[in-house]
């Protein structure tokens, strides 16, 4: 009975032990293996002072990119480019100031950008807010969570599209989530009027944000531009801040945490 006991118990082990690795991968997402230079290209990364912004610039300024980090705190996005022109080795990393919370800053950063680049060749719309606790209103009047991470980076594409399509390749890539199960488009309540959920509210942002993403294909079929909308697996992120109790704790479980060396 006892060795019965012990050999079930063994694989009971092994079927959690391979469970956790594919759950490991699926969270995961895959790795990139891409070993592409980016050398004459502009990159542009909203929310790069963090998380998958920040791990995704260096990774693209080390191929070489110039890279241009939009952050809403000029204090951190001023540290976040001397991370990554020093963990990256290259100096061609600048900070523009971009709060996506404000409409009028996203006309001040892409009037800066319209003015100072001649074109752009990746624009990764990274940043976002996640599981508020309370229902939160950006300046413009939108709830914050559909405000900055749909309308805020919708706003900032369209503007910058004319110079977008201007580069030989390019490429605009909407950071989803799978969370956007979650979400519904309801135009009685988009603004979360009537009722709030964090977790509804969330899901419908990142729901628009691959509904915009189709609907911008098709609208540059012909062109030179391709457009991506992603999950991002699990990382180290500051987007999980607003998470308590077991939320929290679950975040923290997931296996696959990007963390800067």
């Known amino acids: 009975m006892e060795h019965t006991t012990l050999i079930g118990g063994i694989a009971l082990a092994g079927v959690l032990t391979v469970g956790y690795i594919i759950l490991k ?31 995704t610039a260096v990774d693209l300024a080390k191929r070489n990119a110039r890279v241009i ?22 100096d061609n990393v600048v900070f523009v100031q971009l709060d996506l919370a404000s409409l009028e800053s996203v006309r001040k950063f892409s009037d800066k950008i319209l003015e100072e680049e001649p074109r752009i060749d990746i624009l990764i719309n990274n940043a976002g807010v996640m599981a508020l606790p309370e229902r939160t209103m950006t ?23 004319d110079r977008i399509k201007q580069a030989p390749s ?32 969330y899901g419908t942002s990142k729901l628009a944000n691959i509904l915009f993403t189709r609907a911008l294909a098709k609208r540059l079929e012909g062109t030179r531009v391709t457009t ?14 607003h998470l308590t109790g077991f939320m929290v704790s679950v975040v923290n479980l997931l296996p696959v945490r990007i963390r800067p060396s």
Not at 30 to 49: E, P, Y
Not at 229 to 241: N, S
């Open 228 to 241: 991506n909308v992603l999950h991002p697996g699990a990382i180290d992120t500051e987007l999980d801040r």
């Open 25 to 55: 991968r699926w969270i995961a997402g895959g790795v990139c293996r891409s070993k592409a230079r980016l050398d004459g290209k502009t990159v542009i990364i909203t929310g790069a002072n963090t998380g998958i912004g920040l791990e």
């Open 139 to 161: 300046q413009d009047g939108f709830e914050m969570q559909f405000g900055v991470n749909h309308l805020g980076h919708f706003l900032l594409t369209n503007l910058l599209l």
């Open 69 to 90: 980090l939009g952050c809403r705190s000029v204090e951190r996005g001023e540290r976040a480019a001397v991370e990554v022109r020093k963990r990256s080795g290259n």
């Open 170 to 201: 390019a490429r605009i890539v909407n950071v989803s989530s799978m969370t956007h199960a979650l979400g519904k488009i309801d135009f009685d309540n988009l603004n979360s009027e009537h009722s709030y959920s964090k977790w509804t509210s």
